[in-house]
Structures are given as C-alpha cells and as structure tokens.
C-alpha cells in the first residue's frame, strides 16, 4: 500500500478564514512533506518533517503553519492567506529523510485551495 | 534559478513507438534522480529513480538514463501507451547535502496517440 491521503480535495476560503489541511500515511514512512504547486509549475517544497520534527523550512511565510501530531498524520494550518496563496497543496511521505540513504517520496492527490 | 530544466514543455508519440524525455541539471551535488508522472488533479506518481553510482536503471517499459559528465538524465517509455499520456516530471536531490529534499523541473507533457 503506497497510499497517501488528502482532505479536503476542494477547498474556498476568505482571507481571514482559518482552515487546516490534513494528511494522512499507513506505510510506517518516518518523513513528511508539504509542496505547493501552481499551475503548469513544478511542485515547491514548503516543509520537511522527520520523525514528527520539522526539519526543513524552506522560508515559507508564517500564515502557513505545519503540524505533525504523530507519525502518520500531518497537518498544514492556514490563516491570512492571500489570494496568490491560490494552488495545489501536495503532501508525500517517505521511508527517511535524512543521511545520504535515498527514499522515494509518494504523493497524495492534493488539496485544490482557492483563497477569495 | 532553475537547477533542474526539462527543455521540452511537450512530446507527441505515436503508440508503440519509443518516447524519451530529456532532463538537464546544473547542480553538480545532486546524486540521486527520480522521475514521476502526473495526471490531472492527482498527485505525482513514484515512476523510477536512478542514483548517481550508476548510468542505467530499468523497470519494464521504463528505463532512465544518467550521464553525470554532462549532468543530463534521459526516460525511455517503449513501447508508448495511451494511458502514458500525462505530464512527466524529472527530480534530483543531493543527498550529502540536504538529504531527501527534492527539486522539480518543470515538467514535459506527453501525448501519445492511439
């Protein structure tokens, strides 16, 4: 089983709403990730989790908040966003993150956001 | 500045037939190669990876191609079905230096007509 879930698929909101998005892994993978893709773009990284630490930021504005509360589950809190913040929001996991052994990431389906 | 460039934003094949996909990277750190297909409104999909110790790896249709010296990847679909038709990207990451972090090129988007 190399699945990886996302809910919502669809998601609107207003520039002041708080929302989350949530993800969810069974395959034991100790790390996870967040990207963010807009069209016709490649997917960006955003965040990193290794064994439920946030290991990389890739200097991502602070009204995106990531949470890992256990090492299935992850999490991506939204709060003031903009509507450029507009996009596909990824998330993978993999086996490992860190040290020179290589792991393959697997993707959900993302997340469709839509800020008005 | 684009570390990792598909130059082909698009490729028309006909089925049977081979389809190859270029893929040129600048950062010579990068050690470890993956390619993914995505179709529309899903996540990419895990094709094949190759680690810099080698030139070759296969995997049924699919075989990818490394040369280090001229820091270029190449995928090879033979024979090219209809249900390959997707956006194909190429992704590196170096492993000594940042781990697991992956950095994406813009993709090629495949056609392959029945």
């Known amino acids: 089983d190399t699945e990886v879930t996302q809910t919502p698929k669809h998601l609107v909101m207003g520039m002041t709403n708080k929302k989350s998005l949530k993800c969810e892994q069974h395959m034991g993978h100790r790390a996870m990730y967040w990207y963010k893709q807009k069209a016709k773009k490649p997917p960006e990284l955003m965040f990193v989790?290794?064994?439920?630490?946030?290991?990389i930021n890739e200097s991502v504005p602070s009204r995106f908040s990531p949470e890992c509360p256990n090492s299935s589950l992850l999490n991506l809190h939204l709060h003031a966003l903009q509507p450029e913040d507009s996009a596909l929001y990824l998330c993978?996991?993999?086996?490992?993150?860190?040290?020179?052994?290589?792991?393959?990431?697997?993707f959900g389906p993302g997340t469709r956001l839509t800020v008005t | 500045d684009q570390q990792v460039k598909q130059n082909s934003p698009s490729l028309s094949v006909q089925e049977g037939r081979i389809s190859i996909l270029n893929c040129d990277y600048t950062?010579?750190?990068?050690?470890?190669f993956l390619w993914y297909k995505k179709y529309p409104a899903e996540g990419p999909t895990f094709l094949i990876s190759?680690?810099?110790?080698?030139d070759k790896n296969e995997d049924g249709r699919f075989t990818v191609f490394l040369n280090k010296s001229a820091k270029h990847l190449s995928l090879h679909i033979v024979p090219s079905q209809p249900g390959d038709s997707a956006v194909y990207f190429c992704a590196a990451s170096a492993l000594r230096a940042a781990g697991n972090k992956l950095t994406f090129g813009g993709g090629t988007r495949v056609l392959v007509k029945p």
């Open positions: 993978a996991s993999s086996q490992g993150s860190v040290g020179t052994a290589a792991y393959e990431q697997y």
């Open positions: 950062n010579s750190m990068f050690d470890y």
């Open positions: 989790y290794s064994y439920e630490k946030l290991s």
């Open positions: 190759i680690s810099s110790i080698k």
